[in-house]
């Protein structure tokens, strides 16, 4: 399978504990987004990279969230003191950059799900 | 980012024609009509977009009116795989913000 995957896919932790959640995209990839998607709601936008500049970040990233991507290619999204609202599915996207006409898809990650008690 | 208004929920037949409506009444000259589905418990993926014509792949035709005030997603066969939540996003195609703007979507269920 050469799509995007996400590690881990499940994640369990206690509030005031740290997660980090790891992203690979589609190798020839240049583009890396992160949403977070809430029972009932359509997935929400937090940030975006092109290579391994973060390049949009959203309101939605508080201080508390961290997202990196060192080299260009897998990226990872750190929650530090884990609040019982931070429980939702965090989802990965990738895409390639498109010439004129092409427009954009993203190929989006099965997603961490991550649940503080 | 223009707003999409999608219904909520729609049912289907297995076997019949799945038509999804999505109305952007403020869409601009420059954004692209994209949709993406949700199947339950996975994260999206990418159908089909548009500009202004109607646009066909294998997993389904986009209708854009020509006003482009709203469009129409067809599912020519619907399977029960097709049960999913699909999401209608305008954004535009090259410049502007990266990010996707979805909304809730319309959850479509095919009925055996």
């Known amino acids: 399978d050469t799509g995007v995957s996400q590690d881990p896919r499940h994640k369990i932790t206690k509030r005031g504990q740290n997660v980090t959640f790891r992203c690979d995209p589609i190798s020839e990839h240049n583009r890396l987004y992160w949403y977070r998607q809430t029972l009932g709601q359509g997935p929400e936008f937090l940030t975006y990279f092109q290579n391994e500049a973060q390049l949009e970040k959203s309101r939605l990233l508080s201080d508390r969230f961290s997202a990196e991507r060192p080299k260009g290619s897998f990226s990872t999204l750190e929650i530090q003191r884990t609040e019982q609202g931070d429980s939702a599915m965090y989802l990965c996207?990738?895409?390639?950059?498109?010439?004129?006409?092409?427009?954009?898809?993203?190929?989006f990650g099965p997603g961490t799900r991550l649940t503080v008690t | 980012d223009a707003k999409t208004t999608q219904p909520p929920s729609m049912d289907c037949a297995e076997g019949r024609a799945a038509n999804l409506p999505c109305n952007h009444s403020t869409i601009s000259g420059n954004e692209y009509v994209y949709w993406y589905r949700q199947i339950h418990s996975q994260g999206p993926q990418y159908i089909i977009h548009g500009l202004k014509n109607n646009e066909t792949n294998e997993m389904a035709s986009l209708i854009i009116t020509e006003d482009r005030k709203s469009s129409t997603l067809i599912l020519p066969h619907a399977t029960l795989r097709d049960t999913a939540v699909y999401y209608c996003i305008v954004r535009l195609g090259w410049g502007g913000s990266e990010k996707l703007v979805f909304g809730k979507g319309t959850k479509l269920t095919v009925n055996p």
């Open positions: 996207a990738s895409s390639l950059a498109a010439g004129a006409g092409l427009g954009r898809s993203a190929n």
